[in-house]
């Protein structure tokens, strides 16, 4: 299996480039965003699977939407997570 991923995985585009600068960043912003969302969500009138959906689809765009905004764009928070300066 580890032969097969090195034979055939080996490449790169703009996606995995982006992905692998936005992995510590989304790791670390991902749990408080779940709790904070979650903390609302659950107290709704409604079945468990909308409750989750909203969940896990609001949590994601908040974390994108933190990292793009805020921490990609401040040379300070780009230190503080880990990130290379912009070239």
Known sequence: MLYIGMRYL??????LEYGQEMVLPFFM?????IMAIA?????????IPPKLVTVI????L??????????????L???AFGMKART
Request: glycine share 8%.
């Open 10 to 15: 080996n490449f790169t585009n703009r996606w």
């Open 29 to 33: 912003l991902h749990q408080p965003v």
């Open 39 to 47: 903390f609302f969500v659950v107290q709704w009138n409604t079945g």
């Open 57 to 60: 689809a609001g949590s994601f």
């Open 62 to 75: 908040v974390t994108v939407v933190i990292y793009e905004l805020i921490i990609r764009r401040i040379g």
């Open 77 to 79: 928070l780009r230190m």
